[in-house]
């Protein structure tokens, strides 16, 4: 099975929902070593929600049947954005058979993208 997923989100809605709801907020949607790695960078966090997203259009689900904080992205040595699964996300993957998974995030000042292929 081949899957892909994608999505775009404005920078500034992360940075509102931040400003709105504070840490609970960032505990939500990321992990803490997310939060960690990206030391409040609006846009390094807006790209991995837009990965989280994606991941969930990649499993057919959407996010509704997984969490936020099952999608994690770190990154490696050289700074390549590399994804981990966890709990029901890994479930659902080993389920449909995904094992292998490719994603990419870029920004600009106003939007992030996240795009993933899971095979």
Known sequence: MLTSGV???EIDRIERGIARHGQRFLD???TAREQAYCNGRFDSLAGRF????????????GIGDI???DV????DENGRPE????????IL?????????????SHTDTHAIGF????
């Open 67 to 69: 969490r936020w904080v």
């Open 28 to 30: 939500r949607f990321f």
């Open 50 to 61: 837009a990965v989280k997203e994606a991941v969930g259009k990649a499993l057919g689900t």
């Open 7 to 9: 999505d775009l989100i």
């Open 93 to 105: 993957a080993d389920k449909l058979g995904l094992t292998a998974w490719s994603i990419s995030l």
């Open 83 to 90: 994804l981990i699964l966890h709990d029901a996300a890994k």
């Open 72 to 75: 994690e992205i770190v990154n």
């Open 116 to 119: 993933i292929v899971a095979m």
